[in-house]
């Protein structure tokens, strides 16, 4: 790939142009972040286990239906994507409530409910990715009415398919931060990564949490459970 560029320095992943003006190569490495990166850790191996997952995931979803992003894996770290105007707005979509909204509504971590909760945040590290709502997201122009409707009908679908994706594997999907992005044609899909570092992932017998709570609440073996999340996602589909 040699017209490789540098186009955007995350802390966890780098993106790269390729000749192909809609095409980049995302890098994924070890470096973990948390609480706004105010916590910051190498762990081995851990962009292998998520890039692996991450690919497994978006092709799983695109058999189902669901636009993302994805192209190919490329090698252990890196993988082709479709550019996308990356839009700020995440969607963290709960199974349970857990992390941040169990605390902000009094609740118990991993509290059962009888229906899925869609939280809106305006992706802005300098405001810390405030909680927003529809009417915020109109009113600063993020999207249109029309794209967010989008937006949640995919978030949705995407959360339906993962839950199962993850079942498969006797892993429950807790809760999912997702991300989309606008392609050069105007269309919104499903952008950024599915793995550990962005949902929560319990074992269904055990209850074992497998994703970045260990690293935020210093439980020991992240990199095991990374390993395990991914080794029993490939042997469920077969990879
Ligand atoms: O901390 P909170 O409970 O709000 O996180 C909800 C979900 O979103 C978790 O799975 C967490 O890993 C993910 N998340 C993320 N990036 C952030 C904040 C949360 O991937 N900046």
């Given at each position: 790939m040699s017209t490789r560029e540098l186009i955007f320095d995350g802390k966890e992943k780098k993106i790269y142009s390729t000749e192909n003006p809609d095409i980049v190569l995302i890098h994924y490495n070890d470096v973990t972040t948390a609480y706004g990166g105010i916590k910051r850790a190498v762990i081995k191996d851990k962009g292998i286990c998520n890039n692996h997952i991450s690919a497994l995931a978006f092709q799983v979803l695109a058999k189902e239906?669901?636009?993302?992003h994805f192209i190919s894996?490329?090698?252990?770290?890196e993988q082709l994507c479709r550019r996308i105007e990356i839009i700020p707005l995440q969607v963290v979509v709960r199974n349970r409530l857990a992390g941040s909204t169990a605390r902000l509504l009094g609740v118990a971590n991993g509290t059962v409910i009888p229906n899925t909760v869609f939280e809106l945040r305006y992706n802005n590290d300098r405001l810390r990715d405030p909680m927003i709502n529809d009417t915020h997201v109109l009113a600063l122009g993020i999207v249109s009415e029309e794209e967010l409707k989008r937006i949640y009908s995919l978030t949705a679908h995407a959360n339906e398919v993962l839950k199962e994706f993850f079942h498969k594997a006797g892993?429950?999907?807790?809760d999912i931060k997702l991300e989309c992005g606008r392609t050069s044609d105007g269309k919104i899909i499903l952008s950024d990564e599915i793995s550990p570092d962005n949902c929560r992932i319990w074992d269904?017998?055990?209850?074992e949490v497998l994703d970045k709570d260990r690293f935020r609440h210093d439980l020991s073996d992240v990199t095991v459970s990374y390993q395990k999340v991914m080794e029993r996602l490939e042997k469920a589909y077969e990879v």
């Open positions: 239906g669901v636009e993302n894996l490329e090698n252990d770290r892993m429950e999907l807790i269904e017998k055990t209850g």
